[in-house]
C-alpha cells in the first residue's frame, strides 16, 4: 500500500508546484483553483513531457527525461510562489478551514478507494486487461506516440492520453504497471472528489458573497480582488461530493429492497443496465468496477472544465479577449482553459463538445453582462474572439494526436420509437437529482426580487422590466407546453425526451431571467445541459459498430455519465438555493413565516430520504462485489490481501499456471518494446477473436506489442482505418499469420513470418498448449533460443 502513499505525494508536489499558475487562471474563484490544482498539475506536467515527445519522436520516454520536465516546472513553481507570496501566504490565511476540508476530501476518497481495492486488486475480468495493456505499453514504448501492444507496429489508436497521465506518473516513480493500474484509479478517485467539492463550494461562496453585499447595500467587488468566506460553502461541496460519487441509483435502492436487504445475493452491476440495450453507468459502479476506462478517468478532468467555465463566468467586465483577464492572466488562462478542455477529446472523445459548449455559452453570457445586458455593435465581435480563440487552441495544441488518430465515429444516427428510454427508468436513475433540480426550478421561479437579473445588472425600470419578461417567460412555457402535447401525438414514446426537454428550457428561461445572479444562472446552465444531454439521447445517437444490435448503447453510456456529474453539481449547489427560498423573511407575515418552515422542513424529510435510499448501493455493492464464497460452506467472505499489485493473483490462479513468474521475467530482462507471439483466442464456437478472455495477457501485463490481441476491440478502435482495402488486408492476415506461427511444421516459414512483424519471441504456456491440443509447440527449440522455462511456461527467442 505504500505505492498508494507515494502517488498522492507526487500528486501533491505537482498541485503544490503549479499553485501559482493555478491561482493565477483561477483568479475569479473564490479558492482561486485551490481544490483544481492537484489536477491542474497533473494536467499540466502531462502535456509538457508528451508535447516535445509526440514533435520529436526521437526523444526518449524515460524517467530521466520525464525528472527533467519535472525539474523545470519545480522551478518556474518557485519563481511563481516568489512573485505571488503575498496572495498566496493571505489567501491561505484566510482559508486554513476549507483548505484542510479540501485535502481531507482528496487524501479520504483516495484512501476509502484503496481500502476497497485491496480486498480485490487483481486485474482480471471485465476489460481490465485492455486498460492494463495501455497502461503497460505506453511505459515501455521508447518514443511517442505509443504502441499498441495488441497490433505490433502501429500506435494505439484509442483515447489513451488519462491513461498516459497516470502512466507518465508512475515511470518517475518506478512503480510497475500492475501497481500503477490500482493507485492510478485511487488517485482518479480522489481527484474526482477533490474537484466535485471545488466547484460546489466557489459557486455557493460566490453566491452568499453575493447576497450579502446586496443584503448590506455594499458594492460588488471584482472576483479577483476579494475572498469570499469559503467556510459554509463546505457542507454543500461535501454534498456534491457523495451526491456525485458514493450514491447509487434508484434502481439499485430497488433492487436492495427486492433483496429483502440480503447483501450477499445483491447483484451489483444489475443498476448499471437499466434502459434496455444501453449501459447506464454511474461514478459509484464505474470506480467500484475499477476498469482503467477513458470516460472514468476523464471524470476529474471533465469537472475541472467545469471550474473553468465558472471562472469564465466571473470575469467582471472583460470584454472580448479580456474574458481570460488581463496582461499575463490572459495568456495563462487561455493556453491553460484550451490545454484543459482540448485534453478531454484525447481522454474521451465524448467530452469535449459537452465541455467546451458549456465554456462557450459562458462567454457568451459573461459578454452579454459585459456590456450592461444591451445589445451594442462589438458585442458580437467580442463574443466570437474569444470563442474562436479557445476553440482553436484547444485543437492546436493536440495536433500530434490528431495525426495519428482516426476517430472510430461512423456518423449521427435517429433513434427508433421503439429504442427509447421508458420514463420509469430514466427516473431510477436521476430520480433524486430530478427531485433536487425540480425544487431549484421552483425556487427560481419564486426568487425574490431583490436578487432579480434587473436590480443585479444595474438596469432601473426593475418592476416593469420584471413583469415584462415573467410574462414572456410565461407565454413561451405555455406554448411549449401545448407543442409538447401535440409531439406526443406525432412522437411516438417520446414522454422522456419531452419531459427532459421542458426541464432544460425551464431551466434556460430561469437562467435568462437569472443571469444577474451569476451563481445562480450557472447552476441553473448545469441542470439544464444535463436535461438537454438526456433529451439528445432520446433522438439522436452516434454510430459505432454497435449501431446494429445496440444503436444507442455507447451514446446514452457516454452523456448519462456527463448528466449525473453535471445534475451532482446541480443539485449540491441547488440545496444552497433551495434553502435559501424557504428562509422567512422579516417582511412577511408570521403565518405565512410558519408555512415556510414547515414548506422547509417538508422538503428537507423527502431529500434526506432520497439520500438515504441511494445510500443501498455503497452500503451492499462493496461486498458484494469483492466477497468470495466458500465453494463447501456456500459463505460469502472478504479477504484483505494488504497490496495494490493486479498481477499478484496469477501466483495462485489455476486457470494461468506458470504466466507470473514468466510475466514478471519478461518486465525484468527484456527491455525496449520487442515484438512477442502468443495466440489469438476463440470463443466456444470456435469463432476467432479472444474478447473477454485471459487470451492477449501477455502483451497485456508487459506491454510488449503481440501481432493481434483482442480482435473485436481492435476492430472497434480501427472501424475507419479497416475502410483502406490494404489495411482491412492486413487486419485479417495477421489472425491467419499467428496460427501460421504457432502450427506450421516449416521452420522458415515460421521464422519468415515472424521477421515480416520483426517479432523476436514466442510465448508457450498452458493456455497456447489448450489452444492447440494436436500441435507440437516444443519444436520451437530447434530453430530458435530457449531464453525461459519453468512451471509449464516457455519462451523462445529468435536467433541473432
Known sequence: MIELFEMWALIEVLGLLLLPLTVTVCHNLPDRGWAFSKTLGLAIFSFVVWLPLMYVPTLPYSQPFILVIAVVL???????????????????????????????????????????????????????????????????????????MWFAGYSINYYYY??????????????????????????????????????????????????????????????????????RSIPFGFLSMVMGLVLGNLAATQQWWQNHGNVAAYDWFAPSRVIDKTINEFPAFSFLLSCFHAHVLALAFTILAIGLAFNLLLEFDGKGLFVFGQGLRLGCTLVVTALVIGGLFVMNGWDYPTYMGLALVCIGLQQWLAYGARFHPHLLLDVLMPCISLVALSFLLYVPFYLHFISPSQGIGIVAASERSPLANVLLIYGLFAFVFLSLLLASVLKHPLFSFFHLVGLAEDEAAFA????????????????????????????????????????????????????????????????????????????????????????????????????????????????????????????????????????????????????????????ARYAHVDPLTQRSYLVRTNSLDGLTYLKTDPANPGDYDAIRWLNANVQGDPVIVEPIGVDSNNTVGGDYSNYGRISAFTGLPTLMGWVGHEYQWRVRWLDNEANNAEFQRRIGDVDTIYTSTDSNAVLSVMAHYNAQYIYVGPLEYARYPKVDLHRFSTFMRVVYNAEGVTIYQVKK
Open 74 to 148: 519545480a522551478v518556474l513553481g518557485l519563481v511563481g510562489f516568489w512573485r505571488l507570496r503575498l496572495e498566496l501566504f493571505k489567501f491561505i490565511r484566510l482559508n486554513v478551514t476549507y483548505i484542510l476540508a479540501s485535502e481531507l476530501v482528496f487524501l479520504g476518497m483516495v484512501l476509502v478507494l484503496g481500502w476497497l481495492r485491496s480486498y480485490g486488486p487483481e486485474i482480471r475480468s471485465y476489460e481490465m486487461f485492455m486498460d492494463e495493456g495501455f497502461i503497460a505499453a505506453i511505459m515501455r514504448s521508447p518514443h511517442f506516440p505509443p504502441n499498441d
Open 468 to 623: 415584462r419578461w415573467s410574462r414572456m417567460g410565461l407565454i413561451a412555457i405555455g406554448c411549449f407546453v401545448l407543442l409538447c402535447l401535440v409531439l406526443l401525438f406525432v412522437m411516438p414514446n417520446s414522454i422522456t425526451f419531452l419531459l427532459a426537454t421542458t426541464i432544460a428550457l425551464a431551466g434556460v428561461v430561469l437562467l435568462i431571467y437569472n443571469i444577474g445572479d451569476r451563481a445562480h444562472a450557472f447552476t441553473l446552465l448545469l441542470g439544464a445541459l444535463a436535461f438537454a444531454l438526456i433529451a439528445g439521447c432520446e433522438v439522436f445517437f452516434l454510430r459505432d459498430v454497435f449501431a446494429g444490435n445496440y444503436p444507442r448503447m455507447n451514446t446514452v453510456f457516454k452523456f448519462y455519465f456527463q448528466a449525473w456529474a453535471l445534475l451532482a453539481i446541480a443539485s449540491g449547489v441547488g440545496t444552497f438555493f433551495i434553502l435559501e427560498s424557504l428562509r422567512p423573511m422579516a417582511s412577511i407575515s408570521a403565518n405565512v413565516r410558519i408555512w415556510q418552515r414547515l414548506s422547509g422542513i417538508g422538503w428537507g424529510v423527502v431529500l434526506v430520504a432520497f439520500i438515504i435510499a441511494a445510500c443501498a448501493y455503497p452500503v451492499a455493492a462493496p461486498y
Open 162 to 231: 488519462a491513461h498516459y497521465t497516470i502512466a507518465t506518473a508512475a515511470k518517475l516513480l518506478g512503480q510497475s504497471p500492475s501497481i500503477a493500474f490500482n493507485t492510478g484509479i485511487c488517485i482518479f478517485f480522489g481527484l474526482t472528489a477533490a474537484n466535485l467539492f471545488g466547484v460546489t463550494c466557489n459557486i455557493v461562496s460566490w453566491a452568499r458573497y453575493l447576497r450579502i453585499s446586496v443584503r448590506q447595500g455594499a458594492a460588488i467587488e471584482r472576483p479577483d480582488k476579494v475572498h469570499p468566506s469559503l467556510l
